[in-house]
Nanobody, 116 residues
Framework: QVQLVESGGGLVQAGGSLRLSCTAS????????MGWYRQAPGKQRELVAR???????NYADSVKGRFTTSRDNAKNTVYLQMDSLKPEDTAVYYC??????????WGQGTQVTVSS
């Protein structure tokens, strides 16, 4: 089993920054992809950003140029640096790990609220 523990959410004004962290533990089959999804009230969960074990990244168009994801493989930790935040970025952010056996694991979620 794999556990994901997130931290770093909170309340910030528009234009501000937040950094999310997520550390994985347990039986992790590599290579694996780690990433971030978000879900706003009344909306479906959507991909924000993800990074492979080799460092390849993908971003949602809505966050390109504002968010940066990175990972520390030695610590099994993935980060999401969020800059120039907008009110529409308000959501619960979930850490995700997709292992080499195509199993998905999710964190408990962390609230990000951006005030206008």
């Amino acid at each position: 089993q794999v556990q994901l523990v997130e931290s770093g959410g909170g309340l910030v004004q528009a234009g501000g920054s937040l950094r999310l962290s997520c550390t994985a533990s347990g039986s992790i089959f590599s290579p694996h992809v780690m990433g971030w999804y978000r879900q706003a009230p009344g909306k479906q969960r959507e991909l924000v950003a993800r990074v492979s074990s080799g460092g390849n990244t993908n971003y949602a168009d809505s966050v390109k140029g504002r968010f940066t994801t990175s990972r520390d493989n030695a610590k099994n930790t993935v980060y999401l640096q969020m800059d120039s935040l907008k009110p529409e970025d308000t959501a619960v952010y979930y850490c995700n790990l997709l292992d080499s056996l195509a199993r998905n694991y999710w964190g408990q979620g962390t609230q990000v609220t951006v005030s206008s």
